[in-house]
């Protein structure tokens, strides 16, 4: 006979599944909740930056091929099936062993994720990946579509939003901290432009889940956002009766 208690097997439904346009908040709220909770953080905007990435390395990305969609898509497939995606736990990412962290938010990548995340063959595998992730344990899960399309039975669902202004507000400071030279105009538009590419395509657009808690953090610091979110997980998901 064996002794040992046999290990109750995962729950997939303990995700925390965080949306939001670009710029919301969702990496530095969603790794704070992460924390509080001991789950683990799954960054899934990191993972089609790291397609996107490796697409351009290998020359294979939408730009960079032809307009022969079918041999375009070919050349995608066969691109995007010669990548080992490795997510660490500390944040970092690996491509076929290469730490590729640094690259992400290049202005390579910036440019060309939407166009690489639009591709239904690229969304299939990803959200494959994120899935088997939360097989595995609870997560805190942020992307577009987590709610909507690859956690439609989390537990727990979020829409972070905040105004276009606010948000180019806290992404140029972040890029200043990085040493990347743009305005606030710049900013502003790429935010406007994103939202637009994000919201409109028809794989799993950009989309706040029917029963996800709206938290706009327009004014709102990050520490009062961590808390409202630990606050829905208590209250099981629902929002707060006024
Ligand atoms: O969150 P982020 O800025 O790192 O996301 C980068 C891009 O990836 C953005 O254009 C939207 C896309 N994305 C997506 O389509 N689905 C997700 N679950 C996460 C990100």
């Not at 530095?28 to 992460?34: D, Q, R």
């Not at 440019?111 to 344990?137: C, D, E, H, I, N």
């Not at 829409?159 to 400071?173: D, H, M, N, Q």
């Not at 327009?218 to 009766?241: E, H, W, Y």
Request: aromatic share 4%; net charge neutral; with cysteine.
């Amino acid at each position: 006979m064996n002794a040992k208690a046999e290990e109750p097997a995962p729950d997939p439904t303990a995700v925390v599944a965080i949306d939001g346009p670009s710029g919301a908040g969702k990496s530095t709220i969603a790794k704070a909740v992460a924390q509080q909770l001991g789950f683990q953080y799954l960054d899934t905007g990191a993972m089609y930056r790291a397609v996107t990435w490796h697409f351009l390395e290998n020359r294979c990305s939408p730009d960079q091929l032809g307009t022969d969609r079918l041999a375009a898509e070919q050349t995608m497939r066969l691109g995007l099936a010669s990548m080992e995606l490795q997510l660490q736990v500390g944040g970092r990412v690996l491509v076929n062993g290469r730490d590729v962290t640094s690259h992400l938010r290049s202005q390579d990548v910036e440019s060309r994720v939407s166009a690489v995340s639009a591709l239904p063959f690229v969304r299939a595998s990803m959200t494959q990946m994120q899935r088997a992730v939360a097989a595995a344990g609870p997560v805190v899960a942020e992307g577009r579509d987590m709610g909507s399309v690859v956690f439609p039975m989390a537990r727990w669902k979020v829409y972070l939003t905040a105004s276009a202004e606010e948000r180019a507000r806290r992404r140029k400071i972040d890029f200043d901290q990085r040493g990347r030279d743009v305005t606030y105009q710049q900013v502003l538009e790429e935010i406007v432009v994103r939202d637009r590419l994000d919201s409109t395509r028809q794989d799993a657009p950009l989309k706040q889940a029917h029963d996800a808690v709206l938290v706009d953090t327009t004014g709102l610091s990050t520490d009062a956002v961590v808390l409202c979110i630990l606050q829905i997980v208590d209250r099981g998901g629902r929002p707060q009766r006024t």
